[in-house]
């Protein structure tokens, strides 16, 4: 299966700073990596698909970039509601797998 | 609006089984898979299968082949997700997911299920 790694495991940012989460997969993945965010208590939320493509609803302050092996989620200007969990899935091969995630704290 | 709305909490035994159920609302139930995913406390997402809910075609984790079945009734537009043989390690929320493919856009509560002696 497709191993994703994501980086760093936690990262502390002030807030109106920007976050630079990163994702790497074991093997190519094209395009299809999605990134979710998730807080205490609550469902994963869809922010971005297809590497790069904002989901319904989600501010321009989150970005996706990459392809292949290689993905970046950019949050510009963080805002308190940001402050959470953030996973990235590959969606290009069998089983579907997440990375272990990222937690964005407020520094 | 889009919603997924999910059983609610159980407690089970080991080796017991439980069934999850996920009802769809405010889109066309056919049109989208349905996927399960599982939250170990404290832990990440993990991807247990899919299933089309059109034609009933499922594709599971090899993981949980043989303890996994995914179910949907188009007629009430709700999915069903049951674990068998159930163990400690299966303590876990587990939640269902709206997706066009292979990435899920809706979420549903999540059924947090304890299985403890």
């Known amino acids: 299966e497709v191993v994703m790694t994501q980086s760093p495991a936690t990262l502390s940012v002030s807030p109106g700073e920007r976050a630079t989460l990163s994702c790497r997969a074991s093997q190519s993945v094209g395009s299809n990596l999605a990134w979710y965010q998730q807080k205490p208590g609550q469902a994963p939320r869809l922010l971005i698909y297809g590497a790069s493509i904002r989901a319904t609803g989600i501010p321009a302050r989150f970005s996706g970039s990459g392809s292949g092996t290689e993905f970046t989620l950019t949050i510009s200007g963080l805002q308190s509601e940001d402050f959470a969990v953030y996973y990235c899935?590959?969606?290009?091969?069998?089983?579907?797998?997440f990375g272990q995630g990222t937690k964005v704290e407020i520094k | 609006q889009v919603q997924l709305v999910q059983s609610g909490a159980e407690v089970k035994k080991p080796g017991a089984s439980v069934k999850v159920s996920c009802k769809a609302s405010?889109?066309?139930?056919?049109?989208?898979?349905i996927h399960w995913v599982r939250q170990a406390p404290g832990q990440g997402l993990e991807w247990m299968g899919r299933?089309?809910?059109?034609?009933?075609?499922?594709d599971y984790a090899q993981k949980f082949q043989g303890r996994v079945t995914m179910t949907r009734d188009t007629s009430i537009s709700t999915a069903y997700m049951e674990l068998t043989r159930l163990i400690s390690d299966d303590t876990a929320v587990f939640y269902c997911?709206?997706?066009?493919?292979?990435?899920?856009?809706?979420w549903g509560q999540g059924t947090l299920v304890t299985v403890s002696s």
């Open positions: 997911a709206r997706g066009p493919s292979g990435y899920s856009d809706s």
């Open positions: 299933i089309n809910p059109n034609n009933g075609d499922t």
């Open positions: 899935q590959q969606y290009n091969n069998w089983p579907r797998t």
């Open positions: 405010g889109y066309t139930f056919t049109a989208y898979y």
